[in-house]
């Protein structure tokens, strides 16, 4: 039997507890994430994104944060 949120009491946990979760669990995936459909082109671009991110953390930018940008807020 696979294990469920409930099981593990994930399903109590707030919303932006269960998305920090989520992402903790994708990136201790590393090598075994799935590798979806990205050109090795985007796969590149990525790699340099994320370095520029560690290089220069101050230049970070929640989703909420992007999304009101997007948005014009």
Do not use: C, H, Y
């Not at 994930?10 to 919303?15: C, G, Q, W, Y």
């Not at 979760?21 to 082109?41: N, V």
């Amino acid at each position: 039997m696979s294990p469920t949120m409930k099981a593990f009491g994930i399903d109590k946990l707030s919303a932006s507890e269960r998305i920090e979760l989520a992402l903790e669990i994708w990136e201790s995936l590393e090598d075994e994430r799935p590798g979806g459909q990205l050109t090795d082109e985007q796969r590149a671009e990525l790699r340099r994104r994320d370095a520029e991110m560690d290089a220069n953390p101050g230049t970070e930018m929640t989703w909420a944060g992007a999304r009101a940008k997007i948005e014009g807020k």
